[in-house]
């Protein structure tokens, strides 16, 4: 996955930043998977439209923008100015995990 | 004997390759003392950080980090950092607007207008690691202390929760753990640091709004960040020696 974020303006964000702790993955890459943290909430943390953000930082009106619909259907995760790759569209975006039950910015 | 070629080559090798002093680090490490390790030396580090308001998004990533990495207790009373979004009116800079929603734990709803005659920031607050630390100075049994290498420290085997270095931070950086009665604060996320590991906030803040610095390593890229950009300490009227660098400090911040 880390190669998939080269050359895009998610490249020097760290994999903890958005999957939250990683030592178990680090240690068995293949056993522990990475949490797969839900788009519309994950996403809308940063990119949400709010006065207080720098001018210059990306930011939409979520609700208006996506109309509910997951950031992952139009942007790749790792490199958002790209369209997601095939496989990555049919899989289930939303499993349960410890970084979307707290509350989004909206 | 119950052992293995396997196992046997992977010892030896391991003993060849880290001979002496590596080895005792290596042990020291894996042990949980890195400061006993001959390789981390007190002495040869000076800690700071460097945090760029103007990168700042308020996504609350940092305070969720060092919550998760260090046990804090979930309570919106209790942060080792936290983060506060400011609300100034046009050249008021005496009575800033500040809100910090948990700390900005859950992020920030948004509460104003564009266009509404007033600028609106994020200010990402932790211990300022003071070289000449208040709360140090007001510790009566000594709990408190500043580490040789720059970390305001506390042993909460000494601390009575007398609270005298609560009211004693000009920063509002401590607070009582409701779980021990003993005083918390950021260490730096000194079981990283001395590891050779950035802070659990600087590893997840996607922007690099805050960077951790070692002041005393000469090829440490905060140099270049302190000689590039304009910085500021919080309070340096109060002359606590802080090592938390900000640029793009608005006069509103306190």
């Keep these: 996955v880390p190669e998939a974020a080269k050359g895009g303006p998610h490249a020097a964000i760290r994999c903890e930043a958005c999957h939250g702790p990683l030592a178990g993955h680090a240690a068995d890459p293949a056993g522990k998977q990475a949490v797969r943290p839900d788009p519309r909430v994950l996403c809308a943390r940063c990119h949400a439209a709010n006065v207080a953000r720098p001018a210059r930082f990306p930011q939409v009106d979520v609700a208006e923008h996506a109309g509910g619909e997951a950031c992952t259907t139009c942007h790749a995760a790792h490199n958002p100015l790209a369209p997601p790759a095939e496989e990555v569209k049919s899989k289930d975006l939303t499993p349960a995990g410890p970084i979307q039950q707290k509350g989004g910015t909206k | ?254």
Excluded at chain 2, 115 to 126: E, T
Excluded at chain 2, 206 to 222: E, F, M, N, Q, S
Excluded at chain 2, 230 to 238: G, Y
């Design chain 2, 1 to 254: 004997v119950n052992q293995d070629r396997r196992d046997f080559l992977a010892r030896s090798g391991k003993l060849l390759v880290l001979t002496g002093a590596a080895q005792v680090a290596l042990e020291s490490v894996l042990r949980g003392e890195p400061e006993a390790a001959p390789s981390y030396r007190t002495a040869e580090h000076w800690w700071g950080m460097a945090i760029d308001v103007e990168k700042c998004i308020g996504c609350g990533n940092c305070v969720r980090a060092c919550k998760e990495e260090n046990d804090v207790p979930r309570e919106p009373s209790c942060f080792r950092t936290w983060v506060e979004r400011y609300h100034v009116p046009d050249g008021d800079i005496e009575r800033p607007q500040v809100d910090s929603p948990n700390g900005g734990y859950d992020g920030f709803p948004e509460r104003y207008r564009a266009g509404d005659g007033a600028k609106s920031f994020y200010v990402p607050k932790l211990c300022n690691h003071c070289a000449h630390s208040p709360c140090v100075q007001v510790c009566p049994v000594g709990a408190t202390f500043e580490s040789p290498d720059g970390v305001v420290l506390v042993d909460k085997s000494y601390c009575l929760g007398c609270r005298y270095c609560v009211q004693a931070c000009p920063y509002g950086c401590r607070f009582i753990d409701p779980r021990t009665r003993t005083v918390d604060k950021c260490t730096l996320c000194y079981h990283r640091i001395t590891k050779g590991l950035t802070t659990a906030c600087c590893e997840a803040c996607p922007t690099g709004a805050r960077v951790l610095g070692d002041l005393k390593d000469p090829k440490d890229p905060i140099h270049e960040f302190l000689r590039t950009h304009k910085v500021q300490v919080l309070k340096p009227q109060m002359a606590t020696g802080s090592k938390a660098y900000y640029n793009g400090l608005d006069g509103s911040v306190r």
